[in-house]
């Protein structure tokens, strides 16, 4: 169904017309070409490459603080970089490192993923998948990707059910909140059924990962937006299950330096390409961090310490870190 | 134009409900009929769908028409629906494009699966015309597209026996279920919203039953009989959908299908539900349409009128979403959206039905 080659056909084309803001980032190849880099420790660098490497490697230390003087989480490529404690909270993920002991493939339900994962974003599953895999190595990583139409707080909670109970995953990544965000839903009702969805999720042994909803400035000043992305944080927070905070990540992301919203969500205003990737990224990120959760605990961002930045960023890897 | 009847009244009454339901979050869903019970308006109307089929195709006094007429009338319907759901979704997508740059919001373009369409608009333009592409509450029309497209096959074999008609489309519902076999969406992963494999049970239903009850006084007595039944089912189901009680899915022996209450296939729970409906409000109509007059009236329109006036629905919630989400909404924002939307559904009933009507030479609407 993919067609990987139209994709790319298709990418390449709508790249031409994104590309400014993201060659901004002085890259000198298409970003099409790039490797949807992930990790940058050195080690683990090798088996990755198929893409070409080069570039993310080590950034210029310069550039790895943050205002706050946090550093940058150097792991991540550099237009995609943010401090560790704007971009996650960590926590246990058993099903994943129980799926890695016995050394069978972890599945994974990408749930909601931006424009449905049709046509170009059909990448971001792809880039999820690879991202993931050079990260864990030696483990094979099969996602499903699915798009969830309509509110969780009606009918798109029952419909999750539906779809884990189809693809019986080790762990779900759940992009939420956005639908409930237009369709104005009453937060406590969103609130009150995300839980039960992450509850039921949870009580049969599934690793879950939310991620809450895109930032965009022109909601940036909406009460109700925010307290839907805080919503998604308590959630997160009360039934212990990691967090990629996509909308902190990507308020940063578009505060830092000159290039504005149209960063991430390009010049043909909508989450392109880049974007896709960052987010391929983060959610990686936030995963293979939370799989180094020492077992009975549950650390926050920041109470963790994120990679630093360069070599020492060669945080063991969960399995096969030595390679 | 018919006067007022109780399929047109009904169907009616589940396009007011599918208007409102598709405004999610508005104050006046809690208060639809969908909300009390496993199944919703859209059993209905495609249920009603296949009785009208079932009438549409036979003359007063019974006598089916000729076999190419048949197939000819159902195929000329095929392409108006295929038409509509078109048109529909072009407007709706101008109209998220259109919203997203005047309220400089790029958040609407994902609005209901729309994002694919902008972010990949070469592979999405084809499944957009092979209908495999669906907006989230634009997928009824594509469903019925393909019911219809099937209806002549399962029309001319009830001619032969009714039975048989219903034991296939029976026997395809159950293998979908077993086999959780559906039409793919394409580009992107997944399937089929309505899937129609299974929903087109219902269809069949219709058209099978309008056949069985218009010619047999048994059925027609052991229906009125069965109101009891009927009412019990409706009462359960009130008390499942208040109570959200529900089979877990992850829980329930394999196929799983058969036992979850699952839209897209259809499952049984659903179905049996619907029979429940049907028995339960079988007389309602009569009882009620005399003391409701105008009301009686509006919804008839409505029904009469069923694609011009789903279509409209269609955009006049995307409409009110818009609204909701710019003003936040609130009681009176709902009234106001809810109750133009309303006054708009009637006016596009009036307006067909006066089109339908040749104007007088002398007018100036004529060419």
């Given at each position: 169904m993919a067609l990987p080659k139209a994709t790319a056909l298709v990418l390449g084309l709508t790249l031409g017309l994104v590309a400014p803001s993201a060659r901004a980032q002085a890259t000198p190849q298409s970003p099409a070409t790039q490797a949807p880099a992930m990790p940058a420790a050195p080690a683990m660098q090798a088996p990755a490459m198929q893409a070409p490497p080069a570039m993310v490697v080590s950034p210029p230390r310069s550039t790895a603080t943050a205002e706050g003087g946090e550093a940058l989480d150097a792991t991540l490529s550099p237009e995609c970089r943010v401090p560790g404690s704007r971009l996650y909270t960590l926590n246990r993920l058993d099903a994943v490192k129980a799926a890695l002991k016995e050394k069978r493939p972890v599945r994974v339900l990408a749930i909601?993923?931006?424009?449905?994962?049709a046509g170009a974003s059909t990448s971001y599953p792809v880039k999820l998948e690879s991202a993931l895999e050079r990260s864990i190595p030696n483990v094979d990583v099969e996602i499903e990707s699915r798009g969830l139409s309509g509110e969780v707080a009606s009918g798109a909670a029952e419909r999750l059910r539906t779809m884990v109970a189809e693809s019986e995953p080790d762990l779900v990544i759940w992009q939420v909140g956005t639908h409930d965000a237009l369709a104005r839903v009453d937060v406590g009702d969103f609130a009150n059924a995300l839980r039960e969805a992450v509850q039921w999720v949870k009580s049969h042994e599934i690793d879950i990962v939310l991620v809450d909803p895109l930032y965009t400035a022109s909601l940036a000043e909406d009460a109700y937006y925010t307290s839907i992305v805080k919503a998604v944080k308590d959630v997160a927070a009360s039934e212990g299950v990691p967090l990629v905070q996509r909308y902190e990540a990507m308020r940063y992301l578009a505060g830092s330096g000159d290039k504005g919203e149209g960063h991430l969500l390009g010049k043909q205003f909508r989450l392109n390409d880049l974007g896709l990737r960052c987010m391929a990224e983060h959610v990686t990120r936030a995963i293979s961090l939370s799989l180094l959760q020492p077992d009975l605990a549950t650390v926050t961002g920041t109470a963790v310490t994120p990679p630093k930045d360069g070599p020492r960023a060669a945080a063991p890897g969960p399995a096969g870190s030595g390679q | 134009m018919r006067d007022p009847n109780a399929i047109d009244f009904w169907r009616g009454l589940a396009l007011v409900t599918i208007f409102i339901n598709h405004i999610p979050g508005n104050t006046f869903e809690r208060y639809t009929y969908s909300q009390y019970g496993i199944s919703d308006a859209a059993e209905l109307f495609v249920f009603l769908a296949g009785w009208s089929i079932g009438i549409a195709t036979h003359g007063k006094d019974g006598t089916p028409e000729p076999a190419l007429t048949s197939v000819l009338r159902l195929l000329s319907r095929t392409v108006e629906v295929y038409r509509a759901q078109i048109t529909t979704m072009a407007l709706a997508l101008a109209m998220i494009a259109g919203t997203a740059l005047a309220l400089d919001n790029p958040l609407i373009l994902e609005w209901h699966n729309a994002g694919g369409f902008f972010a990949d608009p070469i592979q999405t333009m084809v499944g957009f015309v092979l209908l495999t592409h669906q907006l989230g509450f634009f997928n009824i029309l594509p469903l019925y597209v393909v019911l219809i497209g099937v209806a002549p096959a399962f029309v001319l074999l009830a001619r032969r026996s009714r039975a048989l008609a219903l034991a296939l489309s029976v026997a395809v519902y159950g293998a979908s279920l077993v086999f959780e076999w559906n039409l793919p969406a394409w580009p992107g992963e997944g399937d089929w919203f309505f899937n129609p494999l299974c929903w087109q049970l219902l269809l069949v239903l219709g058209i099978v039953m309008q056949g069985w009850h218009r010619e047999h006084a048994w059925l027609r007595l052991w229906t009125a009989r069965l109101v009891p039944l009927g009412v019990v089912i409706v009462a359960a189901g009130i008390v499942l959908s208040v109570w959200e009680i529900r089979p877990d899915p992850l829980l329930v022996p394999d196929p799983r299908l058969l036992f979850t209450f699952d839209k897209t296939y259809l499952s049984p729970a659903r179905l049996v539900h619907f029979v429940g409906v049907l028995l339960a409000f079988q007389a309602v109509y009569r009882l009620v349409a005399p003391r409701i007059g105008p009301v009686a009236r509006y919804l008839a329109g409505l029904g009469r009128n069923s694609l011009a006036v789903f279509s409209i629905g269609s955009l006049l919630s995307l409409g009110a979403q818009f609204v909701r989400f710019q003003t936040g909404g609130g009681v009176f924002v709902d009234c106001v959206v809810v109750g133009s939307g309303l006054i708009a559904l009637g006016v596009t009933a009036w307006f067909v039905e006066w089109r339908s009507r040749r104007p007088r030479p002398s007018s100036s609407a004529s060419r």
């Open positions: 909601g993923a931006p424009a449905a994962s | -």
